[in-house]
């Protein structure tokens, strides 16, 4: 095939599927972990032909190591560069892009070659259709089917050198009354609701079930029902609780990315062809006045 491919990991999560996509169309598939040296042992592990760690001292952020990481992989002749969604992951994507010249998708489902290009299917058109982009080299934020850990040998670990940044993390602030990344249990919040007064039949459902608080993009930005750190979706934040549900949630991808680690995800909604249905293993047509009293007194 030809093709080199470049996975730039600063979490695990997702890996296995996008080890897997790389394989299908690369010769080579090497990783960049960006983090600590633990992330880099952790995934030498998923069946790659090579890790190399970049790793900084504790108060530098990691999205500080794009530029050299772009560099890097650049120097290396990467075809093809992957990542999954999260925020540095990101970051440092798009450095080496414009480190190759590369095309950028934001939303990969899969790849595939087609003579000397890279071809990706990408989502649009709020998870509608599928355009299909082709380019000599890519970059993407691969969004597609997650895969289990290959089996195999554990690949070497090789440490990059990482000159001085002058960016340093000065400091933290935490989001009082959040738990989206370690709960079990996450009730979404959309615009069905239709309006703040309707909130309460939320809290009781919240309450009954011992569960955080998400909602959707609009619901923060437009409505001012809840602050940014609520929002679950590509943008902001991410959850992968044993239970979602999504009360009154249409379904645009960049929601529907923040949940896609749920084990179980449930939706309630009134309109049978909404998109959220796609996403969730249970759904409920009906109207969320009576199904969210329902559900409320089940779960007490």
């Not at 296995?16 to 690369?26: E, F, K, L, P």
């Not at 379904?251 to 909404?274: E, I, L, M, Q, Y």
Request: proline share 4%; glycine share 10%.
């Amino acid at each position: 095939m030809g093709k080199k491919a470049w996975i730039i990991a600063t979490e695990s999560r997702r890996l296995g599927g996008i080890v897997d996509a790389a394989r299908g169309v690369s010769d080579s598939v090497s990783v960049a972990a960006v983090g600590s040296s633990d992330l880099a042992g952790e995934v030498a592990s998923y069946g790659v032909d090579r890790v190399v760690s970049f790793v900084a001292s504790d108060d530098v952020p990691v999205e500080a190591l794009g530029p050299c990481v772009a560099e890097f992989v650049a120097a290396d002749g990467a075809d093809l560069v992957l990542s999954n969604d999260s925020g540095a992951a990101r970051c440092i994507l798009g450095a080496a892009a414009g480190a190759l010249g590369a095309a950028v998708v934001g939303n990969a489902q899969a790849l595939a070659l087609d003579g000397d290009n890279v071809v990706a299917d990408n989502l649009v058109a709020n998870a509608k259709a599928i355009e299909a982009v082709a380019a000599p080299k890519m970059a993407c934020i691969y969004t597609g089917p997650d895969a289990d850990r290959a089996e195999g040998p554990a690949a070497a670990v090789e440490c990059a050198d990482v000159p001085s940044v002058e960016d340093r993390v000065v400091g933290f602030e935490e989001a009082a009354g959040t738990g989206l990344a370690t709960a079990s249990r996450v009730v979404g919040v959309g615009m069905g609701l239709a309006a703040r007064d309707n909130l309460p039949l939320v809290d009781a459902l919240v309450d009954a079930m011992g569960a955080e608080i998400a909602c959707t993009l609009p619901c923060c930005d437009d409505m001012r029902w809840y602050p940014s750190e609520r929002v679950l979706g590509s943008s902001h934040n991410t959850a992968s609780p044993d239970l979602y549900i999504a009360l009154g949630i249409s379904g645009s991808p960049n929601h529907t990315s923040g949940f896609r680690d749920a084990k179980t995800a449930v939706a309630v909604n009134n309109d049978p062809d909404a998109e959220i249905f796609n996403c969730c293993k249970y759904g409920i047509v009906g109207d969320l006045f009576d199904v969210v009293p329902a559900l409320t007194e089940a779960f007490k």
